[in-house]
């Protein structure tokens, strides 16, 4: 069920790289560029002459990049589809960013946020804050998609339903508290949709907490920060916030498609080690803002724990 993460040698400079058409990629708050890589990339695990984001940090957390990298990583290890992302710099710049696949081919497949979608059926969504973002549209949107072949023409690739659970549980174990409307989407080509990749995954992993600050931490603490998170989309329209903790919203989810507890629990087949095993070399690579020991020893405890929690809740 492991996805074989792609891992690259050094640093990619994308100093020499040609600019993108869309240079400037409109969602989101973190700055972004858009890159081509050569056409005989440096490494295999780059695709020639493809479209990349160069994704950086926000101003205040300047290593928060690698949040994307290591989401990547993780997702890997669960068999959750996330799109590849490395470690790079723009040498002429003076920046360190995420570069980021872009995953889908614009030659013959198009792709729409979700909250194109859900905007649609309530033209007064508030996409600014993402407060009428909840699963219960989610679900009725996607039921409709999938139940109208004749209508739009293609089918539905995919279980929809365990793509929502497996990205909750991806969510709830690096702890990211941004999947807002515009951070999923669905891929349409000329005889099928699928669901995207998990993007935007950099307000995760403890990035906010600056190192010196928790290095002291204890477990208590650790179990105290975590319980604070929570996905950005409540179960319903009428809830008045979001369901608090991430556990307990995929708990939700599992309670009302319970058919998809099975994959779920495999996904996390695996030994607690690994979490670290499948990070560990980040710290290797010399880039200008590197991933530290005592970064990488944080999140490892995040994730630890998490994976505890969540295997818990599981069984």
Not at 262 to 273: G, M, N, S, V, W
Request: hydrophobic content about 40%; some cysteine.
């Amino acid at each position: 069920m492991k996805i074989a993460a792609k891992k690259q040698q050094k640093p990619f400079d994308v100093a020499g790289w040609e600019s993108d058409e869309f240079e400037v990629f409109p969602q989101g708050a973190r700055a972004k560029s858009a890159v081509k890589a050569p056409e005989t990339p440096s490494e295999p695990v780059l695709r020639g002459g493809w479209r990349y984001l160069f994704k950086r940090s926000k101003s205040s957390y300047p290593d928060q990049y690698w949040g994307e990298v290591i989401a990547y990583r993780i997702g890997c290890l669960l068999g959750v589809p996330v799109p590849p992302a490395f470690a790079a710099y723009n040498s002429a710049m003076g920046t360190s960013a995420a570069l980021i696949e872009w995953f889908y081919d614009e030659a013959q497949e198009g792709f729409v946020l979700a909250g194109d979608f859900l905007q649609q059926r309530k033209p007064d969504f508030d996409r600014d804050r993402g407060t009428d973002h909840n699963m219960r549209d989610n679900e009725v949107l996607l039921s409709a998609l999938a139940r109208s072949p004749k209508r739009f023409g293609v089918r539905f690739s995919e279980d929809w339903r365990q793509w929502w659970v497996d990205t909750l549980l991806f969510d709830a174990l690096i702890g990211n508290t941004d999947r807002h409307q515009d951070n999923w989407g669905l891929i349409f080509n000329a005889t099928s949709i699928r669901l995207a990749p998990a993007f935007d995954n950099g307000t995760s992993l403890g990035h906010e907490r600056f190192i010196s600050r928790v290095a002291g931490w204890r477990d208590e603490d650790i179990d105290r920060y975590i319980s604070k998170g929570m996905h950005h989309v409540r179960w319903t329209v009428r809830d008045a916030l979001p369901v608090r903790e991430h556990l307990r919203l995929l708990d939700l989810a599992l309670g009302k498609w319970p058919q998809t507890r099975e994959i779920a629990r495999r996904r996390l087949d695996f030994p607690k080690p690994m979490l670290r095993e499948s990070i560990a070399d980040l710290v290797m690579l010399a880039m200008p803002i590197p991933l530290t020991e005592g970064r990488l020893d944080f999140i490892v405890r995040l994730l630890s724990r998490r994976f505890e929690l969540l295997q818990a809740l599981l069984e």
